[in-house]
């Protein structure tokens, strides 16, 4: 589907969601051509939920929701992973930008070392396709529950049949979004936050002044990451009449997670980083806000002085 054909597609959506669309052309789309990258990638066509692999690599597979909305998705296992062993695996579950897919996202995330890194840590990573595409390889954008296609019910009911299908520590899933996919997870980690051990929003947004991610219950204890561009064109710092600013993100997840603890920050020639550690009886969950200096609306990597799919990893890991 052409670019075009998608935002004519997404005039019944909010004002935001079109123009993260329409406005600026996704950065994951420029490395759809690093795809062949991927391997062990199979066609998975019929409407059916396909079996899960249990041996490391790539693979592209269906999944049926319970509503009848058929999807496919990206699955990596690591190198060496083994079901049933002492210590199972994290799993992380990536959230692509509007006009992208689970097939680009990969690829651009591979370009910026996940794959390395989700071997490195011993980490299962999952790349979900977004609504309007029916595979991993069509445009898409994040849904909130219409006419069938409710993509956070698609998220609960693909991450609980992987649970029941790989070596999955079910204390320890985490989801991770790009521009409107980050925008996605945060509606995630409001709307079930019992289910994520942390999520990250890089170059996304908390809602817009229009609406907001439905509230979790105060003291929801959810640690949360932020990483934006200073210069972002699309989703501004500052906000505007389309989006709410940065900051609001931050305070918003401060406030719901009940934090008392003074904020922290750490200035460098390439970011500004933000902290707060909320402290309550043995949890000690963080709300981390990074602003990179001359980053864009891309997924920083580490020539813009800031790695986010390091930090990102890292940062669930401090969890």
């Given at each position: ?7 004519h597609a997404a005039l019944s959506l909010p004002v935001a ?68 062993r002492a210590q199972p695996y994290p799993l992380v579950a ?55 296609r409710d993509d956070v019910l698609y998220t609960q009911e ?162």
């Open positions: 589907m052409s670019r075009s054909n998608i935002c969601l079109l123009l993260v669309g329409c406005v600026d052309p996704t950065a994951e789309l420029d490395d759809l051509e690093e795809l062949d990258e991927i391997d062990q990638i199979g066609g998975a066509q019929q409407a059916l939920t396909d079996g899960v692999p249990t041996g490391p690599g790539g693979y592209e597979l269906a999944f049926e929701v319970s509503t009848g909305d058929q999807r496919e998705y990206f699955l990596y296992l690591p190198d060496g992973y083994l079901q049933n990536m959230f692509h930008g509007l006009g992208g897919s689970a097939a680009s996202f990969a690829a651009t995330l591979d370009a910026a070392g996940l794959r390395d890194l989700a071997n490195q840590q011993d980490k299962i990573v999952v790349f979900l396709q977004g609504t309007l595409g029916l595979t991993i390889t069509q445009q898409g954008f994040w849904n909130l529950g219409s006419g069938g693909l991450l609980d049949h992987l649970a029941s299908e790989l070596d999955v520590d079910e204390t320890r899933v985490f989801a991770g979004g790009h521009s409107l996919g980050g925008r996605f997870v945060h509606e995630l980690g409001a709307r079930d936050p019992s289910r994520f051990r942390a999520i990250a929003d890089v170059s996304g947004f908390y809602g817009t002044p229009a609406g907001e991610p439905a509230a979790p219950p105060a003291g929801t204890l959810l640690p949360v990451l932020i990483v934006h561009g200073a210069v972002d064109p699309v989703v501004p710092l500052a906000g505007g009449p389309v989006f709410l600013p940065t900051e609001y993100n931050y305070t918003s997840w401060y406030a719901n997670d009940d934090c008392t603890e003074p904020t922290n920050r750490l200035l460098s020639l390439f970011w500004d980083i933000e902290t707060t550690v909320c402290r309550a009886g043995t949890t000690h969950p963080i709300i981390q806000r990074v602003i990179v200096s001359g980053l864009d609306h891309h997924w920083p990597r580490t020539a813009d002085g800031f790695d986010a799919s390091s930090e990102m990893l890292d940062f669930f890991d401090m969890q």
